[in-house]
Antibody, heavy 122, light 106 residues
Framework: EVQLVESGGGLVKPGGSLRLACAAS????????MNWIRQAPGKGLEWVSS????????YYADSVRGRFTTSRDNAKNILYLQINNLRDDDTALYFC???????????????WGQGSLVTVSS | DIQMTQSPSSLSASVGDRVTITCRAS??????LAWYQQRPGKAPTLMCF???VLGGGVPSRFSGSGSGTHFSLTISSLQPEDFATYFC?????????FGQGTRVEI
């Protein structure tokens, strides 16, 4: 059974930093691109970032580029999102999600974690 | 970025009703469209991809159709567990973008 479990969220002051983690199990982690997608309270979904299966290519939404860094540890089956210089509008539930293709990238998402809440407030 | 517009934003329906949600892309996305269901407090689940292919375990009362710029998700006979919010998402171009959601209420 595919499982994705996020952790690391919390309350942070504007300008602060946080690192989210997503522990994956139930599939061959190093064969799939992975993604971060966020949802502000009561709002829709926004794709944030993706990382290739080997971790050598990363892509970011314009709204986070330069502040967020995605990485992965394929030996530990963990996906990370380093969030720096947090702003009020970064407040959201952050989901990790799997790309279904085991080679290449589809850019839709077949399994999602339950999310980790990041709240930015002074 | 490609803009995705869903309609309606919300609808009220009864168990057994046939329900159709539409999604329009700001430009041609071929069949690169997915639908997700999100129940309150839960993560989204993949309902349909490539516009019309049902995701694993999705009941056959769900169907997706369309290509180009106009798409729809139909529930042939609404069940209690189908009351949720539905999102469309294009993956033709980066960045992948989502519609604003359609809330299906009792």
């Amino acid at each position: 059974e595919v499982q994705l479990v996020e952790s690391g969220g919390g309350l942070v002051k504007p300008g602060g930093s946080l690192r989210l983690a997503c522990a994956a199990s139930g599939f061959t982690f190093n064969e799939h691109s992975m993604n971060w997608i966020r949802q502000a309270p009561g709002k829709g979904l926004e794709w944030v970032s993706s990382i290739s299966s080997r971790g050598n290519h990363m892509y970011y939404a314009d709204s986070v580029r330069g502040r967020f860094t995605t990485s992965r540890d394929n030996a530990k089956n963990i996906l990370y999102l380093q969030i720096n210089n947090l702003r009020d509008d970064d407040t959201a539930l952050y989901f990790c999600a799997r790309d279904p293709r085991s080679s290449g990238t589809a850019y839709y998402f077949d399994f999602w974690g339950q999310g980790s809440l990041v709240t930015v407030s002074s | 970025d490609i803009q995705m517009t869903q309609s309606p934003s919300s609808l009220s329906a009864s168990v057994g009703d046939r329900v159709t949600i539409t999604c329009r892309a700001s430009r041609d996305i071929s069949d690169s469209l997915a639908w997700y269901q999100q129940r309150p407090g839960k993560a989204p689940t993949l309902m349909c991809f490539d516009a019309s292919v049902l995701g694993g375990g999705v009941p056959s009362r769900f169907s997706g159709s369309g290509s180009g710029t106009h798409f729809s998700l139909t529930i042939s006979s609404l069940q209690p567990e189908d009351f949720a919010t539905y999102f469309c998402q294009q993956y033709y171009n980066n960045p992948p973008t989502f519609g604003q959601g359609t809330r299906v209420e009792i």
